[in-house]
């Protein structure tokens, strides 16, 4: 069967842009003999192309089961495009026996459209079902910080890859290799509701477990996280429901596990293939000439609203920032010397960009809690070139791990932030350091007031989101370093 390529429906198509829809047919069409190796296999696996109205805001790998792609997953392909997702159906059938083959030629296919269609810089969520999740579960295995997470339904030990789906069924996987959300089955089960980091969501769109515990009553995900921020309105089951164009229908439960992976990190956009780490990169063309830039160390949930928010502003005011995703970059823990050497080639490699600039380090959250340690064991020839510490609402204790009990804002490490800032501040040539609370915090590491020459502390209103004042953020941060948000000097309080 020849794979398929459909655009969203109705008058959407004119918002497209022009050649996106003949350039992806094109690309469906090629014949297998012109390509080789992975790359035949991967078109072989081809099962449809779903492209979504106007520019891709996620991106979805879609795998079959053994049964193939069916018009159930066909239904959901078309529902996840109508949401701004561009689609890759992927027939499992069609593919190696190998695991290590399969995942390469899913891979290649998946490149190969998002380059096409101008979204590879877009992190995949790789959407799963059946025998068809345990190669899912082997890319991001294999891969972590190359995919957003998963979202499966059904996984069994079976098929290409069943070795690995039977660890994580088994519990012989100590953990989630990525964020995974699981589609309970018609009783509520599911077969990795044990697994650490698998959150698992009912029919009906109600989370089951969180990824850290278990929840009492219904929970579902927050509005605003969800494609456009709506609350959609209550879905039947997939067995009863059907579209208007009369495929059968697509369940809540189901849109909850692709959207609640895609909404996490959704602000973040690679920094190229040539950057190693889960970088995002934010400039501003025609901004005004400094002499800093940023690197940015995100919370625990990614790059998200308010780091994007923040880095917008910086970069308007002449502080290009180079944000890492420490949802990706810590899902695996990683002591401080080794965040340090990272932190330095990151750095290293912005220079080379952006010119001899210094480096304002910036942590929010998460960010800020390892943000001290990882300064401390920098590399001698790097430290020179910091040019600042900013911490936003650094917590007292932390860990060096993506931990799912952090979601539930429970403490997830042991190790004194507070401790390491005023140690940070006593090494010889530690750069100037601005902490940064919530009014409405209830605790943190910037309490007491570090006795530490060359600590500063800020109180802003609100809460660990500074009350969503990115503005206020943005002119602290830039402050400690002389810049203002129009990108003029101001001078420093004493």
């Known amino acids: 069967m020849a794979p398929r390529t459909r655009p969203a429906p109705a008058s959407a198509r004119r918002r497209a842009r022009r050649g996106l829809a003949p350039a992806l047919a ?32 996620s991106v979805a790998v879609m795998i079959s089961g053994a049964a193939g792609w069916t018009a159930r997953l066909e239904a959901r392909a078309a529902r996840l495009s109508r949401s701004g997702a561009l689609v890759v159906g992927v027939d499992l059938r069609r593919l190696p026996a190998d695991c290590g083959r399969a995942g390469r030629a899913t891979m290649a296919l998946a490149r190969r459209v998002a380059r096409r269609a101008g979204a590879e810089a877009i992190p995949p969520t790789l959407v799963a079902r059946a025998e068809g999740a345990g190669l899912a579960l082997a890319l991001a295995a294999a891969a972590p910080q190359d995919f957003k997470g998963l979202a499966t339904d059904g996984i069994t030990a079976a098929g290409p890859c069943a070795a690995t789906a039977a660890a994580a069924i088994s519990g012989a996987m100590a953990k989630a290799p990525a964020r995974w959300f699981d589609l309970a089955d018609a ?43 709506q609350a959609p309105a209550p879905a039947p089951t997939e067995a009863s429901a059907a579209t208007p164009a009369g495929m059968p229908g697509v369940s809540q439960g189901f849109l909850e596990t692709v959207w609640s992976v895609s909404g996490a990190d959704f602000a973040f956009r690679g920094g190229g293939s040539a950057e190693p780490l889960p970088v995002a990169l934010h400039e501003a063309p025609g901004a005004p000439a400094s002499d800093v830039f940023v690197v940015f160390l995100s ?192 001078a420093q309080d004493p």
Request: glycine share 14%.
């Open 187 to 229: 009783a509520g089960r599911s077969p990795v509701a044990a697994l650490p980091g698998v959150t698992v969501i009912a029919r009906d769109g109600r989370r089951l477990k969180r990824a850290g515990g278990e929840v009492a009553g219904d929970e579902a995900m927050p509005a605003a996280s969800r494609p456009g921020g």
């Open 299 to 490: 919370g625990d949930g990614g790059w998200a609203t308010f780091d994007a928010e923040v880095a917008e502003r910086l970069a308007a005011a002449g502080a290009p920032v180079a944000g890492l995703s420490l949802l990706r970059y810590l899902w695996r823990e990683k002591d401080p010397e080794r965040i340090a050497a990272d932190l330095a080639g990151l750095i290293e490699r912005r220079g080379a960009d952006w010119g001899p600039r210094r480096a304002l380090v910036v942590g929010f959250s998460m960010g800020a809690n390892v943000a001290p340690f990882v300064l401390r064991r920098l590399p001698a020839e790097a430290r020179p070139r910091i040019a600042g510490l900013v911490l936003l609402v650094p917590e007292r204790r932390t860990g060096f791990e993506i931990s799912p009990a952090g979601w539930l804002g429970e403490a997830t490490g042991a190790a004194d932030v507070a401790a390491e800032i005023a140690a940070l501040a006593q090494t010889p040539g530690a750069p100037p350091i601005l902490c940064i609370r919530g009014a409405e915090e209830a605790a943190s590491a910037c309490d007491p007031p570090p006795a530490a020459e060359g600590v500063r502390r800020l109180v802003l209103p609100g809460g660990h989101h500074l009350g969503k004042d990115h503005d206020a953020a943005a002119r602290a941060i830039l402050g400690l370093v002389g810049l203002s948000p129009a990108g003029r000097g101001v």
């Open 26 to 57: 094109l690309l469906a069409a090629l014949p297998h003999p012109a390509l080789g190796g992975a790359e035949a296999e991967a078109q072989a696996a081809l099962a449809t192309l779903h492209l979504p109205a106007g520019e891709a805001r």
